[in-house]
């Protein structure tokens, strides 16, 4: 199965909603994969979401049906960062 990969950005001062930021299929979406980790960013794993996520055009927002499950991806990579500062 072909690797499917979005990363999404958010910026609470200026957008409306999460925006996608680059996604690809297969060897794009296994670069995708690979720099986010060597750049030390969280990656979540849901296909559902992921193929969902690539339909979308680079800077567009995401569709509202996806909000809630986005906002707690968000939330986890949040917390994930404020355990790592030790706060």
């Known amino acids: ?6 990363a999404l950005k958010y910026d609470a001062g200026t957008d409306n909603a999460p925006k996608i930021l680059a996604k690809g299929v297969g060897a794009v979406g ?7 980790r ?6 979540y ?9 690539v339909r979308l055009k680079d800077n567009d927002e995401i ?3 996806l909000y809630t499950i986005v906002a707690e991806i968000f ?9 790592a500062a030790g706060n």
Request: aromatic share 8%; net charge positive; glycine share 0%.
């Open 75 to 83: 939330a986890f990579v949040y917390s994930l960062k404020s355990s």
């Open 38 to 43: 060597k750049s030390s960013v969280p990656v």
């Open 30 to 36: 296994d670069y995708i994969v690979s720099l986010a």
């Open 1 to 6: 199965m072909s690797t499917k990969a979005a």
């Open 45 to 53: 794993r849901n296909d559902k979401l992921a193929e969902s996520l």
């Open 63 to 65: 569709p509202m049906e």
